[in-house]
């Protein structure tokens, strides 16, 4: 199984201290992630790709979209947000993209990773055709749009097919992730685990991320 990764998302950091709270975690995240939501899709809104102007970092990104069929114009508005930040990856939804293949493909051709997504409910033959796109998949452990939510244990099975299939890949769950559930995700095969409440609503969230890792040992 590939690397464990940990992966703070900024959905429960404090906007008005964002670049305070960026800059106490980043020497303990492997990336950082930046959900985005449309009120389409997900039934809540966050800042776009403005919000990418807002802070720096040195720890790469992971672009997560809410989004409903999110166009190349505005896929580029993340990439050229803001040259002082590295973009490692920009992931989608399969439910959110009628045309899934040809985003990814885009996404790519700007040298940037591909990424797809798929919902508690969504079964994995929703994107075994897109497998050898992308670099990562993301299996979402609680419903998208809110932070907070309980961790769905229903999940399990599908990431343990997951790996089943794709060994190298990079399997990301996000939702609900805290010491125990970290656990039950990784031993079914995830190895990049987001966190949001669990670590910006933490009183020492440097000691958070260091549980977290040594949760999953």
Do not use: W
């Not at 997900?42 to 403005?50: G, H, K, R, S, Y």
């Not at 990773?113 to 993301?138: F, G, Q, R, W, Y």
């Not at 599908?158 to 805290?178: A, F, S």
């Amino acid at each position: 199984m590939p690397k464990i990764k940990i992966v703070p998302s900024i959905l429960s950091a404090k906007m008005d201290k964002l670049q305070e709270e960026i800059d106490e975690i980043e020497d303990y995240s492997d990336l950082l992630q930046v959900d985005v939501m449309d009120n389409v899709f997900v039934p809540n809104i966050t800042p776009q790709a403005e919000l990418l102007k807002k802070f720096n970092t040195k720890v790469p990104l992971d672009i997560h979209l809410m989004v409903k069929e999110p166009s190349e114009e505005y896929l580029m508005g993340f990439i050229d947000a803001n040259p002082n930040l590295k973009i490692n990856n920009i992931t989608v939804h399969q439910e959110a993209c009628e045309y899934l293949g040809k985003t990814l493909d885009f996404i790519k051709s700007k040298n940037v990773k591909a990424a797809v997504a798929i919902n508690p409910k969504t079964p994995l033959d929703a994107i075994t055709d897109v497998l050898d796109k992308v670099e990562m998949v993301l299996i979402m452990t609680v419903e998208p749009g809110f932070s907070g939510q309980g961790f769905m244990e229903e999940v399990l099975p599908k990431i343990e097919k997951l790996r089943e299939l794709k060994p190298e890949l990079d399997i990301q769950v996000d939702g609900g992730i805290n010491l125990k559930t970290a656990h039950l995700a990784v031993s079914a095969g995830a190895n990049v685990l987001v966190a949001s409440s669990y670590i910006f609503k933490s009183e020492d969230k440097v000691k958070a991320i260091k549980d977290l890792l040594e949760s999953v040992k």
